[in-house]
């Protein structure tokens, strides 16, 4: 997906952003990347844990 793409090109420019990570991980589980969007979910959380109080949803298996 394009908006993926300037996700990635985004987070290398500036490092990481937990607002970035956290919408590429919600793009990612639409894509159907789960694991890699509980990747970006994980690491968004683990830079600002507050974030998770705006993450909803649950993964299935």
């Not at 990612?28 to 830079?47: C, F, N, P, T, Y």
Request: proline residues 3%.
């Amino acid at each position: 997906m394009a908006m993926i793409a300037a996700m990635d090109e985004e987070l290398e420019k500036g490092g990481p952003n937990a607002n970035i990570l956290k919408e590429r991980g919600r793009l990612k589980m639409l894509a159907g990347d789960k694991k890699g969007a509980m990747e970006d979910l994980r690491q968004a959380v683990s830079l600002d844990p507050s974030i998770v109080d705006n993450i909803t949803g649950e993964f299935k298996k």
